[in-house]
């Protein structure tokens, strides 16, 4: 999601601004910064700090957006609370949350109505959204994370896997080493 915000930034011809609900590490926001893109720290104190809703809104109207764009749950819904279908809200989705989580489902249902539009980086993940979450499916958009692999050099190698991610088990790790292993076996590797 970081990555995709701050490619987000960098395109020619756009204003863009980052509203980060906690500052992380500080990574991301020091290098749009060396870009020249302004960063504003929400100060999301907890996962309920209802308050940040109103720091958001003020952001959003005091810097007249057209759009707002959000990653991952809690800014889905913090995003969507503070416009409440004031500004066309685009909500990316970025995975298949197999933890128990009512309160997400809860806040995403509660909120969509208020959401332009839901970008799904996976099948997966759309259906996901569509089921779990009750979002509208006629406001789903498929686009898939990755890199062109057109024009690239064949790979002299026999595997071309690079996982590259947290290890955890919400990453699928245990999923992609044995499903590597069948289709070594299988002779489609």
């Known amino acids: ?6 490619e987000l930034c960098f395109m020619p011809g756009h204003h863009v601004e980052l509203a980060a609900l906690t500052p992380g590490d500080g990574q991301l ?3 749009a910064q060396a870009r020249g893109v302004a960063c504003h720290d929400l100060a999301m104190r907890h996962k309920a700090d209802g308050a940040v809703v109103g720091r958001l809104r003020d952001r959003l109207e005091a810097g007249r957006f057209d759009i707002l764009h959000t990653h991952l749950v809690h800014a889905d819904i913090i995003g969507r609370l503070a416009t409440r279908g004031r500004l066309p809200t685009l909500s990316t989705l970025h995975i298949v949350e197999r933890r128990f989580r009512p309160w997400h489902a809860w806040g995403q249902t509660l ?4 959401g332009r539009a839901f970008a799904a980086v996976s099948p997966a993940v759309l259906e996901h959204g569509v089921d779990r979450w009750d979002l509208p499916l006629e406001k789903m958009h498929l686009i898939p994370n990755g890199v062109p692999t057109e024009g690239l050099p064949a790979s002299p190698r026999d595997i071309d896997v690079l996982f590259l991610g947290r290890l955890d088990q919400q990453k699928g790790l245990d999923r992609l080493l044995p499903a590597l292993a069948l289709a070594q076996k299988a002779g489609t590797l």
């Open 1 to 6: 999601a970081e990555r995709i915000a701050l």
């Open 111 to 114: 909120t969509a109505k208020w």
């Open 29 to 31: 926001q020091l290098r």
